[in-house]
């Protein structure tokens, strides 16, 4: 008994005590998410048609979920998406978009702006059941094995399953055309075939429609054109591409049926040449399509991980930080002789606790949404807190900071930003030095341009490989635990700050990192 209880398959959640709302301008379209939807018993399922309608039932019901497109009138998607995220009543409900567009810029405003799901049309019942579940579950899987540490990419290359080949319906009465047909397509492509159009329509309904149409203009009870003509006013079936197969003599028929929405046509006798290439390349267009929805659907996947990885870091580790800072005044009794490394360990401390709670601020600079609130920094005070905290680093590996900041040279800026930017810098400066060498810090006035640059010097050489890219995220050289984030985040903060970041670097002489700001005046 336990066994077959074991071997079932679990059931699919049902929503009966959730209501959504669909917004959508078609009524083809609004229908078929309500028929697929209802299989979901939610307990009451709104349509609105456009985002303005959208906002007059969220005033009268509590929605749990939204299905909404992008292009309508009046309001559209984007700006009901953004109204909602603004509005602190609604901002928690569940958005799914619903759309034709796959501009890659439109979808990361979307996701900027906090959809749930995005999901291109068309689309399979399938696919939007699935985008449903994903809406109302927090967890998600792929965030298991970062926060366990750092997958093994080969290993899960060589263990993914490959994708299945695509499938082609071919429609036909006549068993030897059917036949050609099969002979010429098989081993390429999975194929299915029927003689009559009810079993082609029966075939293109079920959950895995077929991806290529291959149809025969005449045939008894009903045509090519019928069958046609269904599919296309259908929306779960309207993408699915369709070939006609016809005799010469059917040229208005080809036309008709070109006319209903079908993609192309081959004249019987059909040449094995003509048929493989035009089905080779239909079958592409495919595939573009579905690598186009597989990568929409990985941005919204992996901004939904960053979200969660930067929730559970600033979760976990504000905990052994409170340790830290709590045991700080027992520490300071009983060792009274290091005043200066106790003071050290507290003010880094408390950076760091503000860096964590500073982190949405950076994430909007990579956004371009930062609103910095510049005051004067003192540069000076500030790489000297930063060098003195590098001691036990430096000597490890047998580095010499030397560094010439005078308190005269400050500039407009940020305190966090500036400890961010110049840590990140020294930092990988250090570990960019050859053994036994200096890392040198400088300033420098520039009167004409009412400047001040800071130079961070060391004899390391940045590779000719990546100069570039030096700036760019997740670049990195040698360093086994380096995340190629330090010189990105770098260049952000300097230029959050009105300022510019660059770099010389050459075998002989070394390498200089270049930060200007505006000097204060």
């Keep these: 008994m336990n066994s077959l209880l074991l071997n079932q398959e679990p059931k699919e959640p049902t929503y009966n005590s959730k209501r959504v709302l669909i917004v959508d301008d078609f009524e083809s379209i609004t229908k078929t998410l309500v028929t697929i ?5 939610f307990k009451k399922i709104h349509r609105a048609k456009n985002g303005r309608e959208a906002l007059s039932v969220l005033k009268d019901y509590n929605v749990d979920l939204i299905i909404s497109d992008w292009n309508m009138p009046k309001m559209d998607g984007l700006e009901l998406l953004k109204t909602i995220r ?14 034709g567009n796959i501009d890659q810029s439109d979808v990361m405003t979307a996701i900027s702006e906090g959809v749930t799901g995005y999901l291109v049309k068309p689309f399979s019942h399938t696919m939007l059941i699935n985008r449903v579940h994903k809406a109302f579950k927090a967890p998600i899987p792929q965030l298991i094995e970062e926060v366990n540490g750092p997958a093994d990419l080969s ?10 080949p695509n499938s082609i319906l071919l429609v036909d009465d006549e068993p030897n055309n059917l036949m050609v047909l099969g002979e010429l397509l098989k081993g390429d492509y999975k194929l299915q075939a029927c003689r009559s159009g009810k079993k082609a329509l029966e075939i293109c309904g079920k959950d895995t429609p077929p991806d290529l149409i291959l149809l025969d203009i005449m045939m008894p009870e009903m045509s090519g054109l019928e069958v046609c003509e269904i599919l296309k006013k259908n929306p779960l079936t309207e993408h699915i591409p369709i070939i006609f197969v016809s005799a010469l ?4 028929d080809v036309l008709k049926g070109l006319a209903l929405g079908a993609v192309d046509y081959i004249t019987k006798p059909v040449t094995p040449e003509i048929v493989k290439a035009r089905v080779k390349n239909h079958i592409k267009i495919v595939q573009q399509r579905m690598t186009m929805q597989q990568q929409i659907e990985a941005m919204v996947e992996n901004t939904r991980i960053r979200d969660d990885m930067h929730r559970i870091f600033r979760h976990d580790l504000s905990n052994p930080l409170t340790a830290i800072i709590a045991n700080l005044p027992v520490l300071e009794e009983k060792a009274s002789h290091c005043v200066d490394e106790l003071d050290m360990i507290r003010e880094s401390s408390l950076m760091i606790q ?19 609130q510049l005051e004067p920094i003192d540069a000076h005070s500030l790489i000297n807190k930063l060098c003195f905290g590098l001691q036990a680093k430096c000597e ?9 900041v005078p308190p005269e040279h400050q500039y407009m800026g940020d305190s966090l930003l500036s400890y961010t930017m110049f840590s990140n810098l020294i930092n990988n400066a250090v570990e960019a030095a050859p053994s036994g060498s200096s890392v040198k810090i400088s300033s420098i006035l520039d009167a004409e341009s009412n400047t001040v640059r800071f130079n961070i010097h060391n004899l390391g050489e940045i590779p000719p490989s990546i100069h570039s890219t030096f700036f760019n995220k997740f670049v990195t050289n040698g360093k086994v635990t380096g995340t190629g984030i330090g010189t990105y985040s770098a260049r952000l903060a300097a230029e959050a700050q009105n300022g510019e970041i660059s770099f010389k670097t050459s075998y002989e002489e070394g390498t200089t990192l270049m930060i200007v700001f505006p000097l204060l005046e």
């Design 37 to 41: 939807l209802e299989t979901l018993e």
């Design 86 to 99: 603004r509005d602190k009543d609604l901002a928690h409900i569940p958005f799914v978009m619903v759309t």
């Design 155 to 164: 290993r899960r290359v060589n263990t993914a399953p490959q994708p299945a």
């Design 249 to 252: 003599s059917q040229t208005d």
């Design 354 to 372: 503000k860096m964590m709670s500073s982190q949405q601020t950076l994430m909007k600079l990579e956004e371009n949404k930062g609103a910095i």
């Design 396 to 404: 490890k590996s047998n580095i010499f900071i030397q560094y010439s």
